[in-house]
């Protein structure tokens, strides 16, 4: 079967698209699914100031290490409607336009200069920000830099300012920086650490590549991964065959365009319309008429509805599992060492893409999580009990939200505990043992190699 991808961005072959929605209550109805609402939360345009619950803890607990996974801010299309214009947007830096932010017009002046900025291979040679009058395809845009900023700026005021997480004279050796390899991600992280460190030294920024976009470093070797994957994407091709009012559309805007109308669905034109929807750009015309609202609707809905029949299918999920493993064992590895004494790497950045982020919220099992919006954050937070010193216990939270206890390994914890945190060991004992139980395994190269049952 040539599978084509129904869901907005794929941004590389390995996980299609979905938009995490609070499951619903099975005695009553589920809400109707409102795509626009949905498509607003998803373009994450700055605007009021963002509450959120990070740092929050008892007042003799100290935090003591953060883990930060970030999707990349805004971008320019990957894909492009055929024979319509592309949406007309800027992404040179303009600190007078909207959306801005105070520090955009130092922040342009201090990524000109960063050359003594250590950067694995490739990296090197990628901008620092964002500099097209006509945005590239996939470029990061100045909402993309100012969604980042914000973030930076809101993490500073809690971790370094409120739990001074860092001091003043921090040095390479307490931060540990990895970004794949697109320009918007490495320009993302760039914004990021921009506005939280206490100061932006160029001299002491580290910045690792990482090939792979679910990080799995030197352990990507993983048929049942590649098994499950195939599996969930035969799942998505059949729902989308069966929704004859998403073919109908599909045929109406392959007419307005003029091609084939497989050619329009091979060109993932929600990816486009994102775009232009974000930005409040008016849907592409040509003779034929306009792509308009009721198109981008049922679209988006045909997605909402895809995750929903995700959810329960559950083949995404075993997926998930195997694509996150690596990256959650580096991560408990690394609290664990924190956890004995160890000062090193106090502070992580991962900067990922949607195809990171959402596995690995799938595989923690906080199924009610939105599907990661444009500059998503999870956040990992070590605190220190200071009355048990040798007791350490982790917060897990999802663009400002505590989601710790929406975790399959600390559901039942938050019952009999009147701490707000879930033990370390909880976190350990899944990532090294019980992420196996399902496929009938104690590791994860037997859950790898093994046939499914």
């Known amino acids: 079967v040539h599978l084509i991808p129904v869901n907005p961005v794929r941004e590389d072959g390995l996980n299609p698209k979905s938009r995490k929605r609070i499951m619903p209550d099975l005695l009553t109805e589920p809400p109707a699914i409102d795509p626009v609402y949905e498509a607003h939360v998803y373009c994450n345009v700055p605007s009021i100031a963002e509450r959120s619950m990070e740092g929050h803890a008892p007042h003799y607990f ?44 130092a922040f342009i002046k201090h990524m000109s200069k960063g050359s003594a900025a250590q950067m694995d291979g490739s990296l090197s040679s990628l901008p620092h920000f964002p500099s097209h009058s006509l945005c590239e395809m996939g470029e990061l845009t100045q909402t993309g830099v100012v969604q980042h900023l914000r973030n930076g700026q809101l993490l500073r005021e809690i971790y370094i300012n409120k739990h001074k997480l860092l001091p003043s004279d921090w040095t390479a050796k307490q931060l540990y920086l990895e970004t794949t390899g697109k320009s918007r991600t490495l320009q993302s992280a760039l914004a990021l650490l921009y506005t939280f460190l206490p ?40 729902l989308r065959v069966k929704n004859s009012n998403l073919e109908k559309i599909y045929v109406d805007m392959a007419k307005i365009v003029g091609i084939p109308t497989r050619q329009l669905r091979a060109s993932n034109p929600i990816d486009s319309l994102l775009c232009y929807f974000c930005h409040n750009v008016s849907f592409p015309c040509t003779k034929a008429g306009c792509i308009g609202m009721e198109h981008f609707k049922v679209i988006k809905r045909h997605q909402l509805e895809d995750e929903r029949e995700r959810q329960e299918k559950k083949l995404y999920f075993l997926y998930a599992l195997l694509a996150t ?81 929406q975790t399959s390994f600390c559901k039942d914890h938050y019952k009999r505990s009147s701490k707000p945190m879930c033990p370390l060991e909880k976190l350990v004992n899944f990532v090294k043992r019980d992420m196996f139980l399902i496929f009938n395994s104690t590791s994860y190269y037997d859950a790898c190699h093994r046939r499914a049952l």
């Open 62 to 105: 100290k935090l003591v290490s953060v883990q930060v996974l970030i999707r990349h801010g805004d971008r320019y299309p990957l894909y492009a409607i055929p024979k319509t214009k592309r949406p007309d947007i800027d992404c040179m830096l303009v600190p007078s336009r909207k959306p801005s932010h105070p520090q955009l017009e």
């Open 199 to 238: 100061d932006f030294d160029w001299k002491k920024i580290n910045m690792r590549h990482q090939w792979s976009t679910i990080f799995c470093s030197g352990s990507c070797d993983c048929p049942m991964r590649n098994h499950y994957l195939e599996e969930e994407q035969r799942r998505q091709y059949s």
């Open 325 to 405: 493993h690596p990256l959650l064992n580096q991560t408990v590895n690394r609290l664990q060492r924190i956890a004995e004494g160890k000062k090193e790497e106090v502070f992580v950045l991962y900067s990922a893409h949607d195809v990171t982020l959402s596995p690995v919220l799938s595989a923690l099992g906080i199924t009610e999580a939105r599907f990661p919006r444009f500059a998503a954050r999870l956040v990992f937070e070590l605190w220190q009990d200071g009355k048990r010193p040798k007791e350490h216990f982790i917060r897990i939270l999802y663009n400002g939200a505590d989601v710790t206890f």
